[in-house]
């Protein structure tokens, strides 16, 4: 049992269709590993023991069809599931029941999947924490927003688990426990049913363990099969982007992007430096203005009616919106526009980026850490792949990224998967 | 009585402001008006009395203060309100109560509005139509999805109403109906709350008698008083724009919009003839792409478990989503964005843009009419004012569209107030 917690979601799959094993079995072996470990990590906020056992029977009675047959998922608690409690991590939504699935669980459901649970967010996808732990120093955040996500797929708990990025919500928990993750070209993944935060901004992905895992949750979801990764990816061309954040990033993290360049030339890749246009530069502050202008004004009912149930931080972020002169935000939005239509020019000939994912390990403390290296691409509305790339001396996990073009996210994906083997190696 | 319904939301509010008039006098006399005139019109699937009429008590005792102070709004049925009923015109919500309101909602009431009522949409604002009547000859359609909002503004059984579009769903009822329209700049007011259809395309906006009007309200919800209309307004510089679908337009749009160039040139205005880029020929079947891959991914939900309920053509059309070949539906997102960045120079050095708002008159029958001159606009994501421009030969409204540079909304506000004003004279 301690063995099929590890595998894959490809490898569950296979063994699924060859009947190996059932949907069941894992099922159970997960809810296990839940028992076991969630007295500490925190990760899920709503274990859906029954109707996931349920699913998983009624599965096991029938034929293997859907790419996701038998697949466990967990969904971030500002996804709407019909069977479970959707909180937000906030006391204003405490004890609320949604009638329908956000979209892509409805989607991963009618792809054979099955929802294992809610996990936990920081309040409203924003920044004040909740109750998750790094699985792999307790004494340290797993990165938010998306934390419970992160942290249940780093310690075995799930295969797969959705996210949101706004900031850094999903790229950032990712490298900080040590897993895959995967913030597709914005729009890509339907928001029906997400909650939303800044329109403009948010953009629904997923964690995994590899890379063709989580293609093949996006592609189960989407019905999208030219997701997929192919079993065999040529060397992709990469440029190393230090990025106009990278005095912000530790020596360790410095060093674990210089080192993965020449560990993957070694393997064959072309590597080149890739220095972004000088407009970038504004990038950061844009995103910025366009998250608080968006973000304040969104949560309305939430300030206007149960202002005295938010934390008083968030609360107090929130009337920050109203300070953004309007005609920053709207040069900030053309900003994002122009440099958008930049991108082909500034990578050149190469398939993907190489950068930071996060500004080094996990940061001692609740506090879900600096999301500095994820906010221009959130807003260039990039296809991002965070991977693990090494480990830092604190001994906790260090990520990067794989960067795309605007809705290149197949090239991406499978650019990604070559990466993170090589670097794995 | 009579004469309090046909007053503008500005002129409502000074006389409130004065306590020439209270809240609850004017929202009884929409109350009275609903009741003489719903039972033919539809506009409404639920009507607030109650809480409408406690909210304007409560505001006749208070001080005025917000901007909204007493104005009531009527509120689309796919927006989330805490107090009413929230069925998107669909089987599928039938009996549907949320927790909270849509985020402009709640900075409605804020800002001192009330909610009235909410107003019937066709199917989940897609295109199988509901009960509303056009309230100019109830034999025709009020356009859609929007109907019930454009409708009862225009029969004076609101001064402000919600809609939103997708395709031509705000600007195309409007049009249909002889009032005014406004889709803002894509992701201006906030979409939380609001129930998506194709995340690249929804926008929120709508519906008053004059300009002046819609922008006191968008000025209310954001608290963004940069976009109020100010008391006067130079002429503007004009581009008289037939759109590619110009052969689409009826002989009496097309001699509607010629003859309001001959008008606002000799009241002042500069007009000048702009052609938009061949590039933008592509626009129209990348919009439909973008329309159909998402939304029939989005309501992912409501086709899988709830399918018999869904109108069946609605059913059938979301099917289509996975059709569109994912190469098509990522290259009419690029030509999106190429096309948007081409704005600028294609409007030289004009302030806005004039341009069909529909094909002709609202046609005979219940189907909502065509989008096809709403469509490309959408998709720009460019502010768009409508504006009644004249009577067509059945006696129905024909309605133009005064166009703006991206973010580029109070210039545009005030440009067609303008225009509306001399067309009007």
């Known amino acids: 049992m301690t063995d099929l917690i590890r595998l894959s979601a490809i490898d569950i799959a296979k063994k699924m269709a060859q009947r190996e094993i059932t949907a069941e079995q894992y099922v159970r072996a997960l809810l296990a590993r839940i028992d076991e470990r969630d007295g500490s990590v925190r990760a899920f906020v709503h274990v859906g023991r029954e109707p996931a056992l349920a699913a998983a029977k009624a599965l096991d009675q029938g034929a293997v069809q859907g790419m996701l047959h038998g697949i466990p998922l967990g969904v971030k608690d500002i996804f709407e599931t019909y069977d479970m409690p959707t909180q937000g991590g906030s006391n204003v939504y405490k004890g609320l029941h949604t009638a329908l699935d956000a979209a892509c669980v409805a989607a991963t459901r009618r792809a054979g999947g099955i ?45 797969l688990a959705t996210g949101t990025q706004t900031l850094g919500s999903t790229i950032r928990p990712g490298s900080f426990c040590g897993v895959v993750a995967y913030k597709p070209t914005y729009n890509l993944i339907p928001k029906k049913g997400v909650w939303n935060s800044a329109d403009s901004l948010d953009t629904v992905g997923g964690f995994a363990r590899s890379v063709p895992d989580i293609a093949l949750w996006v592609a189960g979801v989407m019905s999208y099969r030219g997701l997929l990764v192919p079993e065999s990816v040529p060397a992709p061309r ?37 220095t972004l246009p000088d407009r970038f ?16 004004r969104s949560f309305a009912d939430e300030c206007h009616r149960f202002g005295e149930k938010l934390r008083p931080e968030l609360f107090e972020r929130c009337g920050h919106a109203y ?54 691409w959130t807003f260039l509305h990039t296809p991002c792949v965070g991977i693990p790339a090494g480990i830092g001396p604190q001994g906790l996990p260090l990520g990067l990224q794989v960067v795309g073009r605007l809705g290149d996210d197949a090239r991406t994906l499978a650019a990604a998967h070559w990466v993170h083997q090589r670097l794995a190696a």
């Open 323 to 376: 300070d953004v002169d309007p005609a920053v935000y709207h040069g900030a939005q053309a900003l994002g526009r122009e440099c958008r239509q930049m991108i082909p020019d500034a990578m050149g000939d190469c398939d993907v980026l190489l950068a930071p994912a996060a500004p080094g390990e996990a940061p001692k403390g609740m506090p879900t850490g600096n999301p500095i290296f994820n906010q221009v």
């Open 115 to 159: 929802i294992l649970g809610k996990t936990v967010t920081t309040e409203l996808a924003t920044f004040p924490h909740n109750e998750t732990r790094n699985p792999h120093n307790l004494e340290h955040t797993p990165g938010g927003s998306s934390s419970g996500s992160a942290a249940a797929v780093a310690d075995f708990m799930l295969p």
């Open 238 to 274: 990469i440029g190393l982007c230090k990025t106009h954040e990278w005095d912000n990033a530790t020596p360790e993290m410095q060093a674990c992007l210089m080192s993965a360049a020449a560990k993957l030339a070694k393997a064959g890749a072309v590597v080149k430096d890739v």
């Open 281 to 296: 530069k504004g990038l950061l502050q844009a995103q910025i203005a366009v998250g608080v202008w968006e973000t304040g």
